[in-house]
């Protein structure tokens, strides 16, 4: 379904509000049509016990009605209010005729009430209530969704604010939740069978003819080289808007979902991914947004104009129109296929001008894990090997180490002579004292051990590496991750992963004003736990597009229960490097983790992080809840092929 919003779409919106009252029906008050913001008049779902009852029912999107599974009658589900240190009782009552479950993103429960089937627990049979009782301990904004076929992608999932026992650090004068989320007329087996049966089923932007003859996108000996690899630089996202309606609050674009406020006021929009398989890049042209919290955790307020937002993240972010005119929310889907719109304004019935989408961003060898143009003072026009001509590597095997290349540069594993270039809100001499409790060195591909590069300096050509022979190159070499089962599941190995973290995302990197980058955030409180690390352990995001099957380090989910195993109270630092060209939003459950990018005791601490095409993330965690935990890509058909593992954290002194 193509998602472009048009003057003739907006239109037959405006037609649509004559069925504003039956269309109620399917919302809760929080994501009426107009919201006034959550005043407390507003009814919530909250105290001390809740009952939610998850059931089949109808839903409205741009005024055609799709089916769907709600809780308590409404798609999203009920805000869930709740205050920190309070202790409540869910009872869940599952009406369908199959299993069910509720998870608690982001939440900090005992493990048998994370609500993962197989997992932490048996899961909900039909027609059956399963009561969870757990403390809260924490506040932010957070959300909850079944963790039980794919239920989460027909409605299943709703918010979760959760006030702080004390003081809220965040001043605000009206706050709104904004709920984001794909929803498809197709089945999410119809959908998954189609990813199964043919690689970008659902990519409906992929290079042509007459792109090419108009001079638009790869030149002619780039799209061959990418041909011959199998790789397609246009296949950004799985399922695109040719699946899907992107949702705000429940409502389509045409639908208009309008948040007011009073010019002046500074209003917090509580931000959510919800969705099944689509990262959003957020925008609300005219307003710049003051981030606040990112999942759930309070941070350093950074004033940005755009982020990018993986399934599953959360931000809050203040914004404060002045004038008195409307503003419109623009929620782009990543691949640049639709997009989500609501409108900002203080009146019922206004409407601001809704951005065309932009150009979809095209892939580079950097997705493909084999960018090294960071290398700077090695020649070329640019800086570092973006200058360097790549036909002179025609051949090369650099899965060899090369004769007299020596790029071990002495202590740290820094090489002399070489400027390394700082990304912004980077502190390095924190970060410094954190590596070097892990030995100071990055990880290096075994092709680069022993490379001397200032013997490659004065190596000159036309730009980037897109126009390198990749005769000699293995995009399947096992030697750069011996971690990795070798199989028809692993398509591709990233040769030389870069720690993208101070990058905006992917199609972000030229919009012309600023972006969030992860290196931006830095918690607003010291780290509750700021040990070195004891050790350090490599995790391979890995997949075969073509096939659709996806992996951690080549093992499916259905070919192992062996999870990843920790001891109580220990402090572990992970890297997970992402072998694939795709965007992956990696959750882990029952703990929050602090991302290494160079702030101390005041990393950001997150439970989800998008791990760029080609790129790779480290953090630190505590392993301080024992019991069996899930970890998985939260792009639901990659967890479904089998993108997930658990963590096992066994008590100290626990036989192993």
Request: net charge negative; hydrophobic share 40%.
């Amino acid at each position: 379904m193509n998602n472009t919003i048009d003057r003739r779409a907006l239109l037959r919106g405006a037609g649509l509000g004559a069925g504003g009252l039956a269309l109620a029906a399917w919302m809760p008050a929080w994501a009426q049509t107009v919201s006034a913001g959550l005043v407390p008049d507003l009814p919530t779902v909250s105290g001390e016990d809740i009952t939610l009852r998850i059931a089949r029912q109808t839903m409205m999107i741009d005024g055609r009605p799709s089916r769907a599974i709600g809780i308590n009658g409404t798609v999203p589900a009920p805000l869930i209010r709740l205050r920190e240190g309070q202790n409540v009782r869910l009872k869940v009552i599952n009406d369908l005729d199959e299993d069910s479950s509720i998870h608690w993103h982001g939440l900090l429960v005992p493990t048998q009430f994370d609500g993962v089937p197989g997992v932490s627990f048996p899961g909900i049979k039909p027609r059956s209530t399963f009561l969870y009782e757990f403390p809260i301990r924490q506040n932010g904004t957070y959300w909850y969704h079944s963790h039980s076929g794919m239920q989460e992608q027909l409605g299943h999932y709703g918010p979760i604010v959760i006030d702080p026992a004390g003081a809220d650090p965040v001043r605000f004068d009206r706050e709104h939740v904004i709920v984001l989320s794909d929803h498809s007329q197709s089945s999410p087996e119809a959908i998954f069978r189609n990813m199964k049966t043919m690689p970008g089923f659902y990519n409906y932007q992929r290079q042509t003819l007459a792109g090419l003859l108009a001079g638009r996108d790869q030149k002619l000996k780039d799209r061959v080289m990418w041909g011959g690899m199998r790789m397609d630089p246009a296949d950004v996202s799985d399922a695109t808007g040719a699946a899907y309606t992107y949702l705000v609050n429940g409502h389509g674009p045409s639908d208009n979902w309008t948040a007011l406020f009073k010019p002046g006021e500074r209003v917090r929009l509580r931000v959510i991914n919800a969705s099944s398989m689509t990262t959003f890049n957020v925008r609300i042209p005219g307003l710049r947004l003051t981030i606040v919290q990112a999942d759930g955790q309070n941070v350093m307020p950074v004033e940005v104009d755009e982020f990018q937002i993986g399934v599953a993240e959360t931000y809050d972010a203040v914004v404060t129109p002045t004038e008195d005119k409307a503003f419109t929310l623009v929620g782009e889907s990543v691949d640049r296929s639709g997009m989500a719109r609501a409108t900002l304004a203080p009146r019922a019935g206004m409407a601001a001008v809704v951005p065309p989408l932009r150009p979809r961003p095209i892939a580079t060898m950097k997705d493909m894990g084999m960018d090294m143009s960071s290398m700077d003072g090695m020649g070329g026009e640019n800086g570092g090997m973006a200058g360097m001509d790549h036909s002179k590597m025609a051949g090369m095997d650099m899965s060899k180490p090369m004769p007299g290349m020596d790029m071990s540069g002495g202590s740290g594993g820094a090489m002399p002579g070489m400027a390394m270039p700082q990304a912004r809100g980077v502190d390095p001499t924190s970060e410094q004292n954190r590596s070097a409790a892990l030995g100071g060195v990055e990880r290096m591909p075994p092709s680069m051990a022993g490379m001397d590069h200032s013997k490659m300096a004065g190596m000159s050509g036309s730009g980037d590496m897109a126009g390198m022979d990749m005769g000699g190159m293995k995009m399947r070499d096992f030697s750069y991750a011996p971690e990795v089962k070798k199989g028809p599941g692993v398509q591709t190995i990233s040769p030389m992963p870069m720690d993208r973290t101070g990058e905006p995302g992917q199609g972000l990197e030229d919009v012309g004003h600023r972006v969030l980058v992860y290196k931006d955030l830095m918690a607003l409180e010291r780290n509750p736990d700021v040990r070195a690390p004891s050790r350090s352990l490599d995790i391979h995001l890995t997949g075969n597009m073509e096939r659709f099957m996806w992996s951690f380090d080549g093992v499916k989910m259905s070919d192992t229960m062996e999870p990843f195993p920790f001891t109580e109270g220990e402090r572990v630092r992970i890297n997970l490097i992402n072998d694939t060209m795709m965007g992956h939003p990696i959750h882990i459950h029952g703990h929050f983790f602090e991302l290494v990018t160079g702030h101390g005791d005041h990393a950001p601490r997150k439970h989800t992080v998008i791990v760029q095409p080609g790129g790779k993330v480290t953090w630190d965690f505590t392993a301080d809840a024992v019991g069996d935990w899930a970890f998985h890509c939260h792009l639901l058909y990659h967890m479904m092929a089998g993108m997930m593992r658990t963590v096992s954290v066994r008590p100290k002194g626990a036989a192993a």
